[in-house]
């Protein structure tokens, strides 16, 4: 079963605009960890943030925002002011930190934005 | 700089042949895995290691081998068993879970740059 699901395939927006990028995730565990990673046209994974199940304050950082509901089950991101830097498939992922699953990130399919100038 | 590594970033190979892709970290991770990418598609996971000796398969293992004699090594080889092996192959390494002591914690995974691989 899908554990991880970003809805929206692509997005494309003109520089400047915000961008929010949807994530619903599917667990039955009560401890957790919720992970965004960045992948540019290089191909390298970059780490962006990661969230426990306990923390649901939201957090902000520089123009980035995630947006943790847990009755909703949903880990939003979202970019203020998009650059066309910004332009990459951005992967959420969930670990379900039990030992059977030996704490294995399970990653959605990705969502590529793409910011014109 | 504390990175991973992954070389070469472009493999060709004909079918039929094995081919080995290497993946060295100077992180100081025990934890290292060997992900699978298909064009539009997410992250999938071929083998991983939580420790130096030991691994163990992912979701789609077969075709594939690993070993891991040093804890900063993590080689994967892609059999002439693997039908279909042309693929972007992403390696990766964390400090182990758990690590601070009862805690049930997760941590982030670090990726290396990438080995994509094409195989005719």
């Known amino acids: 079963a899908q554990k991880v699901t970003q809805a929206q395939t692509e997005i494309s927006v003109v520089e400047k605009e915000d961008v929010t990028l949807d994530c619903v995730y599917e667990?039955?565990?009560?401890?957790?960890?919720l992970f965004w990673y960045k992948q540019p046209p290089s191909g390298e994974l970059v780490f962006l943030i990661r969230?426990?199940?306990?923390?649901?304050q939201n957090e902000i950082s520089g123009r980035y925002s995630w947006n943790f509901q847990k009755s909703t089950s949903s880990f939003n991101f979202t970019i203020t002011a998009s650059q066309v830097v910004d332009s990459a498939v951005y992967f959420c992922?969930?670990?379900?930190?039990?030992?059977?699953?030996?704490?294995?990130?399970?990653f959605g399919a990705g969502t590529t934005v793409t910011v014109r100038a | 700089d504390g990175g991973i590594t992954q070389s070469p970033k472009y493999l060709f190979r004909k079918e039929g042949q094995n081919v080995t892709l290497s993946c060295e970290q100077n992180?100081?991770?025990?934890?290292m895995y060997w992900y699978r990418q298909d064009p539009g598609q997410g992250l999938r996971l071929i083998y991983y290691?939580?420790?130096?000796?030991?691994?163990q398969k992912g979701d789609i293992a077969e075709g594939y081998s690993v070993s891991r004699e040093k804890k900063e090594s993590f080689p994967l080889t892609v059999t002439s068993a693997q039908k279909n092996p042309t693929a972007f192959y992403l390696c990766?390494?964390?400090?182990?879970?758990?690590?601070?002591?009862?805690?049930?914690?997760?941590?982030?995974?670090?990726f290396g740059p990438g080995t994509r691989l094409t195989v005719t």
């Open positions: 992922a969930l670990s379900e930190a039990n030992p059977s699953e030996d704490y294995k990130l399970s």
């Open positions: 992180l100081n991770h025990d934890a």
């Open positions: 969230r426990n199940s306990f923390d649901e």
């Open positions: 667990t039955r565990d009560t401890t957790y960890y």
């Open positions: 290691s939580q420790i130096v000796n030991d691994f």
């Open positions: 990766a390494s964390s400090i182990p879970y758990g690590l601070a002591g009862d805690a049930r914690e997760s941590y982030e995974q670090y």
